[in-house]
Nanobody, 123 residues
Framework: QVQLVESGGGLVQTGGSLRLSCAAS????????MGWFRQAPGKEREFVAV????????YHADSVKGRFTISRDNAKNTLYLQMNSLKPEDTAVYYC????????????????WGQGTQVTVSS
């Protein structure tokens, strides 16, 4: 079992930056691959980025490549998402998730989810 709590969301202007954090507790953090997902109003939850257990491999959705960077600090049991050059299209609730299955990026393969943090980008 692992518990996840996101933080760092807020309101930012187009072109601005935010850094999201996801604090994990419970079992050993390094046992899990970690991912970020987001859900905009009226839309399905979608993949944003994923990182392997020790941070050696990452994958980012095409919509955020070059702007967002996923990272982790296993000593702090924390996952991060650095978001730069934000656009109104990035407005969504952002969720972190954990998987024991490796470097995957399908929602149904993630075992644990946080409650989400709101990111709003104004035009």
């Amino acid at each position: 079992q692992v518990q996840l709590v996101e933080s760092g969301g807020g309101l930012v202007q187009t072109g601005g930056s935010l850094r999201l954090s996801c604090a994990a507790s419970g079992r050993t953090f390094s046992d899990y691959g970690m991912g970020w997902f987001r859900q905009a109003p009226g839309k399905e939850r979608e993949f944003v980025a994923v990182i392997s257990r020790f941070g050696g491999s990452t994958y980012h959705a095409d919509s955020v490549k070059g702007r967002f960077t996923i990272s982790r600090d296993n000593a702090k049991n924390t996952l991060y998402l650095q978001m730069n050059s934000l656009k109104p299209e990035d407005t969504a609730v952002y969720y972190c998730a954990a998987t024991s299955r490796g470097l995957v990026h399908s929602l149904n393969l993630f075992d644990y989810w946080g409650q989400g943090t709101q990111v709003t980008v104004s035009s």
